[in-house]
T-cell receptor, first 117, second 112 residues
């Protein structure tokens, strides 16, 4: 089955620890995105990547880092510098990336709920 | 900076009713607009995608329209069912890498 997987579904961490959230897609999509969702709110863009080995900051990148070493993988690290890390994190992908054709239609994974205490 | 607003924030209707969800955006220079459904604690499911050159898209009981000049989109749901209960989000993508700005969503409850 083609799709996007995120692991784990629930993640608990102590304040001051870095944590990495996994996102993998087998849709052969060029672009991948990370969003954060807080209760009762829409999604806010953290980072996005249009091509392997390249990524750009979104609207709320402070306290987060990413890498894009493989087309199918886009892990997100929540660092200790992120002041309010507890949230629901969603990964998405779209066919079209830098210099390629296709749709920007976004497909989402099931999300990871991170709780930091 | 693009801003997306969805009104109402919550809506409750009896089963079988037709309903309209609204989405407005401030910058008309969009590449496309996408409607999503989100069930509690889950990821987003794409419902309809409207390219900036299109006026509407239909899928089953769903119809989405786009008026780019006025910065508005509507999602029409015909003959609503309890299974339609969810949060509906709209997102507009700009012409730069498909970056999307989301509204806060409308939470729909369809009562049997």
């Amino acid at each position: 089955d083609g799709g996007i997987t995120q692991s784990p579904k629930y993640l608990f961490r102590k304040e001051g620890q870095n944590v990495t959230l996994s996102c993998e897609q087998n849709l052969n999509h060029d672009a991948m995105y990370w969003y954060r969702q807080d209760p009762g709110q829409g999604l806010r863009l953290i980072y996005y990547s249009q091509i392997v080995n390249d990524f750009q900051k979104g609207d709320i990148a402070e306290g987060y880092s990413v890498s894009r070493e493989k087309k199918e993988s886009f892990p997100l690290t929540v660092t200790s510098a992120q002041k309010n890390p507890t949230a629901f994190y969603l990964c998405a992908s779209s066919m079209r990336g830098a210099g390629t054709s296709g749709s920007y239609e976004q497909y989402f994974g099931p999300g990871t709920r991170l709780t930091v205490t | 900076k693009q801003e997306v607003t969805q009104i109402p924030a919550a809506l409750s209707v009896p089963e079988g009713e037709n309903l309209v969800l609204n989405c407005s955006f401030t910058d008309s220079a969009i590449y496309n607009l996408q409607w999503f459904r989100q069930d509690p604690g889950k990821g987003l499911t794409s419902l309809l995608l409207i390219q900036s050159s299109q006026r509407e898209q239909t899928s089953g009981r769903l119809n989405a329209s786009l008026d780019k000049s006025s910065g508005r989109s509507t999602l029409y749901i015909a003959a609503s069912q309890p299974g339609d209960s969810a949060t509906y989000l709209c997102a507009v993508s700009d012409t730069n890498a498909g970056k999307s700005t989301f509204g806060d969503g409308t939470t729909l409850t369809v009562k049997p």
